[in-house]
C-alpha cells in the first residue's frame, strides 16, 4: 500500500495499466483492420464464442481503464497544486503540446469509450438500433450504417485524434517511467511511441472514413 501512496508507485501503475491497454489499442485494430478483408463478422463470431472469458477480458480491462484514470486524474491535480502560479508559464514551454495536454486527451478518451460501448457493444444509439439484441450479428453491415453518416464519422476520427496525442507522449513516458531509457534508447523509444500513435490514428480512421468515402460499403 505504501507503494501505491509513493509518487513513484503511482506512476509505475499508470504506466503498466497503459502499455496493457495500448495492446489492447494494437489488438483490436488488427481485428476491426479484417473489415477490408471482409472477414470482420467470422473475427466477432470468434470472439463472441469465448464465452465467459469476455466476461472476464472485459472486466481486467475496466479494472485497468479506473486505475489509470484515477491515478491520472490525482497526479495532474497534485502536481498542479504543487506548481506555483508563476512559473507555469515557462514550465508550459518545455512540455510538448503532446505531453501538456494528457490530461486533456486523456478525459477526451474516457467520454469515447462511453460513448462506443452505448454504440457498438450495447448497441443503444438510433442509427444502430436495428442491430440491438443480435449479438454479434452483422457487425459488417452495422459499420456500414453507422458510419455514413458524416458526424458519426467525425465524432470517432477526433477521438482517434486525440488518441494518437496521447500516446505520441504516453508511449515514451512508459519507458522513462520503468527507467527504461538510457541516452541512446531513449530517442529510440521516442520514435518508437510516435510511429505507433501515427498508425493507430491511420488505421483506426481509415475505416469509418473508408465507408463515408464509399469503399466500403
Ligand atoms: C474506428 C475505430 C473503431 C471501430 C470501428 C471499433 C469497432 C468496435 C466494434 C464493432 C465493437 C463491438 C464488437 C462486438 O460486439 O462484436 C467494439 C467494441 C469495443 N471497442 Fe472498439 N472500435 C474502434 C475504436 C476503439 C478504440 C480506439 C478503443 C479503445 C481506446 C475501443 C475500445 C473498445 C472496447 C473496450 C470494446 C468492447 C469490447 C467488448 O465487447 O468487450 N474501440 N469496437
Not at 55 to 73: E, K
Not at 107 to 123: G, M, N, V
Not at 162 to 177: K, N, R
Not at 186 to 196: C, R
Request: glycine fraction near 8%.
Amino acid at each position: 500500500m505504501n507503494f501505491l501512496k509513493s509518487s513513484v508507485g503511482r506512476k509505475v501503475l499508470m504506466a503498466i495499466t497503459g502499455q496493457l491497454m495500448v495492446l489492447f489499442v494494437v489488438v483490436h485494430l488488427l481485428g476491426n483492420s479484417t473489415i477490408f478483408i471482409g472477414l470482420i463478422n467470422s473475427y466477432a463470431e470468434h470472439l463472441h464464442s469465448l464465452g465467459p472469458f469476455v466476461w472476464v477480458f472485459r472486466l481486467a480491462l475496466l479494472a485497468m481503464v479506473l486505475t489509470h484514470a484515477y491515478y491520472g486524474i490525482q497526479v495532474t491535480l497534485e502536481n498542479r497544486a504543487a506548481t506555483p502560479q508563476k512559473y507555469a508559464v515557462n514550465r508550459q514551454l518545455k512540455v510538448s503540446l503532446a505531453g501538456s495536454s494528457m490530461i486533456w486527451t486523456g478525459l477526451t478518451l474516457a467520454c469515447f469509450i462511453i460513448y462506443h460501448l452505448c454504440h457498438f457493444t450495447a448497441r443503444l444509439t438510433s442509427d444502430v438500433a436495428g442491430f440491438a439484441g443480435q449479438v454479434p450479428g452483422d457487425v459488417y453491415r452495422m459499420l456500414v450504417t453507422s458510419f455514413s453518416h458524416g458526424l458519426t464519422v467525425f465524432v470517432y476520427v477526433a477521438a482517434m485524434a486525440a488518441l494518437c496525442l496521447h500516446l505520441f507522449h504516453g508511449i515514451q513516458s512508459f519507458f522513462q517511467t520503468m527507467g527504461w531509457n538510457s541516452e541512446c534508447s531513449l530517442p529510440l523509444f521516442s520514435k518508437l511511441g510516435k510511429a505507433v500513435a501515427v498508425i493507430v490514428l491511420l488505421g483506426y480512421g481509415s475505416i469509418p472514413v473508408a465507408i463515408l468515402a464509399g469503399i466500403l460499403s
